[in-house]
């Protein structure tokens, strides 16, 4: 038996370092990429204990519940909205009667003018339909009735487990916005809100640097003593509370969306601007280099650019990479997780990440998360940086998209990755499963860890 085994695994290794036959290459990556277990770094998919407004096995619905899943969930998803309204405009349908609507109503309109009367084309279309397929639902239904019984019968933290087999995500992290009252609150009433295995947390932030003065209220009114221009006592009271909600959500970094017209340094007429600037380099990140947390910017969100859009109502625009640089350059003791939102901002933000080791790039954000342009991106970091980023996230909202999107976007990198192999082997350099396997590992799981450890 011994020797059997032996054998064996003398074979195993042998076969790990022997170099693939190029017309063998894209069968060996899709098997290594499609194993390898994905700790998805950016989604606001949150675990049981937020509770869910969807029907469910456990009988247990929660109106503001923040735990989103489910058909109805999946296809009123904000994106389907600003598509539904470029099929069925205001003048027909006004907004606000589309926002009275029940939720199961606005799922209908969605289905019938987005996946029946028309060909459901949209990367946000296709990716319901991948996720009703891959539960081994039928995508050609003309009705949402058809589904709603298969969601109504799960049990949501059962769910979870099945999703997350499906799509093999083995860690799910989440976007915790402590200036959001109904998460706030949830987490003061239930401080083992968060604690699911399955979850990471982090301490979303956006008002400290998007409106400082906004936030220096909210903040007084929870008892720190914060002014609205940042004084010496209002940075100590910041710092404060940052460390506080740190320690309460365990949170594993702290992140910030930011516009298109941030810029390090501010410039010096806009007042916002220079508190936010002022918070950001005395508060901000000191507390997460203090913590040896990294500090996720996404820069580039317009929002609420058509405000009757609701979520669905954001923009993209080209950001200042130029600022990024002079971050890492002026904060060496911290790191900086980067994804920008504008495809013009990509090539210069893998130059600026050759020359600073606490820079990250990460993903194929929002706007960007479209199999043509992770395609030119992911290329194009692995020309500039080699292995050395984060290719992609999920951005999920509702449970089951991780289904989708992870099958959308392995099936790219899995195209991007053997072109790129290929390319090698025509060197004469050997490709080996043992070479495959350690670059996926980092690219979707090790990168992201050791980013946090280092
Ligand atoms: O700010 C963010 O984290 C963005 O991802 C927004 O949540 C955006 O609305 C989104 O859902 N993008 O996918
Ligand atoms: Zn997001």
């Known amino acids: ?33 499609s194993h390898q277990k994905i700790y998805d ?39 389907l909205v600003a598509e539904v309204y470029r099929v069925v405009p205001a003048s027909e349908l006004p907004y606000e009667e589309f926002w009275k609507w029940p ?36 995508p050609n239904e003309k009705h949402l009735d058809a589904y709603r019984g298969f969601f109504a019968k799960q049990d949501p933290s059962e769910y979870i487990d099945k999703v997350m087999q499906l799509s093999n995500v083995h860690t799910i992290t989440m976007t915790n916005p402590v200036f ?3 998460e706030r609150d949830r987490w003061l009433a239930d401080p083992n809100v968060g604690a699911d295995p399955r979850f990471k947390a982090v301490l979303r932030i956006d008002p ?33 509370f940052l460390n506080q909600w740190l320690d309460r959500q365990q949170a594993i970094y702290m992140a910030v969306s930011l516009p298109p017209d941030f810029r390090y340094p501010a410039n010096q007429t806009d007042t916002l601007a220079l508190a936010g600037q002022t918070i950001l380099e005395k508060a901000i990140l000191p507390v997460c280099a203090e913590r040896k947390l990294p500090f996720a910017m996404m820069i580039g969100s317009s929002l609420r650019t058509q405000p009757a859009l ?41 130059v600026t990440a050759r020359k600073f080791g606490n820079l990250m790039p990460f993903g194929c954000w929002w706007f960007l998360n479209n199999p043509s342009l992770i395609t030119e991106i992911t290329h ?13 996230h999920s951005d999920a909202r509702i449970l089951d998209q991780l289904v989708y999107k992870w099958d959308h976007s392995r099936n790219v990198i899995i195209q991007v990755l053997t072109e790129m192999y290929l390319r090698i082997t025509q060197t004469g350099r050997r490709i080996t499963r043992e070479n495959i396997q350690h670059d996926v590992e980092k ?12």
């Open 180 to 182: 959001d009252d109904n």
């Open 443 to 454: 690219l979707l799981n090790g990168n992201f860890k050791a980013f946090l450890e280092q």
């Open 380 to 392: 194009m970091r692995f020309e500039l940086l080699g292995t050395s980023f984060i290719p992609q």
């Open 1 to 33: 038996m011994i020797s059997n085994t032996l054998t064996k695994e003398s074979n195993a290794a042998a076969r790990a370092q022997t170099g693939i036959p190029a017309d063998q290459l894209k069968s060996v990556v899709a098997d290594v990429v």
């Open 41 to 79: 770094l950016h989604t606001h998919l949150y675990t049981p204990r937020f509770g869910t407004p969807v029907a469910n096995r456990t009988g247990k619905v929660d109106p503001s519940g923040l735990m989103l899943w489910g058909v109805e969930e999946l296809v009123t998803y904000h994106y």
């Open 310 to 350: 609701r979520d669905a109502g954001d923009t993209s625009g080209l950001s200042d990479v130029t600022s990024v640089a002079r971050l890492c350059r002026d904060f060496p003791g911290n790191k900086f997780l980067v994804t920008m939102l504008s495809r013009e901002n990509q090539h210069e933000l893998c």
């Open 103 to 138: 939720k199961s109503r606005q799922a209908d309109h969605i289905w019938k003018h987005l996946f029946v009367e028309n060909t459901p084309i949209s990367e946000a279309c296709r990716g319901v339909l991948t996720t009703l397929s891959k539960l081994g639902l039928d």
């Open 208 to 240: 400290l640097l998007r409106n400082f003065p906004q936030a220096a209220a909210k903040l007084s009114d929870w008892g720190y003593k914060v002014q609205s221009d940042p004084s010496a006592q209002t940075i100590d009271e910041v710092k404060r």
